[in-house]
């Protein structure tokens, strides 16, 4: 391999295992323990080793989190036994609202279909989960690897998956060897399950060359801010969960928030949009903050302190957008897969159900003495799994939102969940989701523009302080992980037509278009902060050209979440 600067580089060491996963959130832990679990029982040895692109387990992973129990339940029955668990509040209120400007009425809990009940789940932070699995399957003889990016895929000349390379270290930015050069490493397996979340960088490549998403509706998505505070005692109730959806946002702008007190004193909150939503002057940052100003809410964090920041793409096609699993010489599991469940704002169960099938199916194929070929009975046993069960009675929940807006779609999502519940039937089929979430913006000069309050530094804030909470830090000297196809198209075309959205639909405060004069809006630029990226992907989704490629960066940066 050569460099830029055509420098030959040395070649990558390798290692051999039956198993390689990439990604040590839930899935990817869950199909390592399991593997593990099948082979002790059997007096089997199989090699497996975990690469995370996180500076340590958890540092990248964030969810709201309400969790069921049911995938724990199932990998791990005795966890509530085990002190280190990180799971300790049991959810006690679950309330639903619909918020207007001024006030808000509260749902009644008997019209809610009884999949959307929370009740014996689990309010806590699901990078904790993830630090205490993980321990879990070195014990088992598991090896995780943090701090290591899994940035591309190895083929054999027939293009079947043979592994994974990390990522090389200390290259400078113009892509050449610096001072602390480090090869990455080649890890190979018989097997290589892919579990990078949400639009994972690896995942779209190898959906886009096996054509794993023939068939299937387009991908949807939604992204999540997340914050977590320290209130007053006074105004903690622990396991009060509280979901709601309107104000701030306008009829034919999905989403919704969540607000869930656990822990000593903590409450965590969050607001998810839709990324198909249309105007391109919305920040969803913005309307994050302004949401907890609303009288219904705003009285929680008085007197308290925001402690946590974070943002994540959340995976929201469901049932009819899940591309095929598998592939010759791996499957893809949990959010890579697309396994969340949109109205119960849920997925690190089928997360940890996925990992779990995909080993059972993988073993077998080890048993047989296969390597590298498609395990075909893992994809085709996922839709009548748990997963499965989960997935298809919500299936129709967000195309009615998307296509009839919140107060109908909502309330003809309600009633289609009511009919599969009832009779295992909709009115409605399975529906489309219609177009991928770049094309829905409109022009600028077709939309009504928004604009939002200076935040006051108390109850709302900057994306730049919220960014520093985030704990997120990349190595300066390294190429750019933010990589545009086309560096012209921001100013000129991405500008004129929407103002450029990448501005306002990040989270982080990484895109710019920055003036010589600020007034006249001479000599526009494009400027990509990508020292403050926090790897939510959003903009390798919604960027209306398609022209914004997110890569992976140096291994261990990013977020360092500590309880997200």
Known sequence: MTTQNGAELPERESMDFDVVIVGAGPAGLAAAIRIKQIATEAGEDYSVVVVEKGADIGAHILSGAVIDPSGLDALLPAWREDSECPLKTQVTDDQFLFLGPGGGIRLPNFAMPKLMNNHGNYIGSLGEVARWLAPQAEALGVEIYPGFAAAEVLHDDEGRVLGIATGDMGVDREGNPGPNFTRGMELRGKYTLFAEGARGHLTKQLIRKFDLDAGREPQKYGIGIKEVWEISPEQHRPGLVQHSFGWPLDNRTGGGSWLYHYGENLVSVGFVIHLNYENPTLSPFDEMQRFKTHPMIAPTFEGGK?????????????????????????????????????????????????????????????????????????????????????????????PLWSKFGTLLGIGLGGLDMWMNQLFKSSFFGTMSHGKPDHATLKPIDQVKQLSYPKPDGVLTFDKLSSVFLSNTNHEEEQPCHLT?????????????????????????????????????????????????????????????AQNINWVTPEGGGGPVYPNM
């Not at 545009?484 to 710019?512: F, T, W």
């Open 484 to 544: 545009l196809k086309d560096s012209s198209i921001p100013i000129a075309q991405n500008l004129p037509k929407y103002g450029e959205p990448a501005r306002l639909y990040c989270p982080a405060g990484v895109y710019e278009v920055v003036y010589d004069d600020e007034v006249k809006k001479t000599n526009p630029r494009f400027v990509i902060n990508a020292q403050n990226c926090v790897h939510c992907k959003t903009c390798d989704i919604k960027d209306p």
């Open 306 to 398: 925001r402690i946590g920041y974070g943002a994540r793409a959340i995976v929201e096609g469901g049932w009819q957008s899940v591309p095929k699993l598998a592939f010759p010489g791996g499957c893809l599991v949990g959010d890579a897969a697309g396994f969340v469940n949109v109205p119960r704002i849920k997925g690190s169960h089928n997360a940890i159900h996925s990992g779990m099938l995909c080993a059972e199916h993988l073993v077998g194929a080890l048993r047989e003495g296969r390597a590298n070929d498609e395990i075909a009975s893992y994809d085709t046993a996922w839709r009548s799994s748990a997963v499965g069960a989960d997935l298809k009675p919500v299936r129709n929940v967000k």
